[in-house]
């Protein structure tokens, strides 16, 4: 049996390479949420219900959230668009199971008890799931898959057509490059667009 090797055991250039994978429990943005939906699968093909509304239009599994807005983009493979936020809007993202879409968010609320906690998340990827993101995260998305993504959106309130006013606007300089790469969402392969070449959800 070969002997067990450390770190020391590698060669100069490599030590100072080398980074430990840290496993543990990973810090969570407040009132994120991800919401995994059932997918029923046969040899014909596949079905989930994307959402259910309460008598009063509310969203059944997100009671607070009362639907105004229903939203599409199309997002091409590649793609990077990153960072915008939302003063009095919060999103509900639908996501397929048939992709695999990168979602970087950071806190910006100053009163949040999460405040710049940074969060990368893989949804999709055979799960068809819900993503409900709060005002004031900002927040961006990578499609990895080679075939462009159709993305429904749910909004509360209705998006606003005005400017200026939207918070992507303040997000549009190289901060805006510091927080993808700080969620996670930088790399080859994609152009980082802020401002009005976000995928924008909403306004304020």
């Known amino acids: 049996m070969q002997e067990k090797l450390s770190k020391n055991d590698l060669g100069p250039r490599f030590q100072e390479a080398v980074t430990t994978q840290e496993y543990s429990k990973k810090p969570v943005i407040e009132g994120v949420k991800v919401i995994d939906l059932r997918l029923m699968t046969d040899d014909g093909g596949a079905f989930a219900e994307m959402v259910r509304f309460d008598e009063e239009g509310r969203l059944v599994p997100i009671p607070d959230f009362k639907v105004r807005q229903a939203s599409y983009s199309h997002i091409m493979p590649g793609a990077i668009k990153a960072f915008h936020m939302h003063y009095n809007q919060e999103d509900v993202w639908f996501v397929p199971p048939t992709d695999n879409l990168l979602v970087g968010m950071v806190d910006a609320r100053a009163n949040s008890p999460s405040y710049e906690v940074t969060m990368r998340l893989v949804l999709g990827g055979g799960k068809?799931?819900?993503?409900?993101?709060?005002?004031?995260?900002?927040?961006?998305?990578?499609?990895?898959?080679?075939?462009?993504?159709?993305?429904?959106?749910?909004?509360?309130?209705?998006?606003?057509?005005?400017?200026?006013?939207?918070?992507?606007?303040?997000?549009?300089?190289?901060?805006?490059?510091?927080?993808?790469?700080?969620?996670?969402?930088?790399?080859?392969?994609?152009?980082?667009?802020?401002?009005?070449?976000?995928?924008?959800?909403?306004?304020?």
């Open 128 to 204: 068809a799931q819900l993503l409900y993101i709060p005002r004031g995260v900002a927040h961006g998305l990578r499609q990895h898959r080679g075939a462009p993504r159709d993305n429904p959106v749910f909004c509360e309130p209705a998006l606003q057509h005005r400017r200026p006013g939207r918070a992507a606007a303040a997000l549009g300089h190289p901060r805006g490059r510091v927080l993808a790469d700080d969620a996670g969402l930088g790399g080859s392969g994609g152009a980082v667009r802020s401002g009005r070449g976000a995928v924008s959800h909403g306004a304020e």
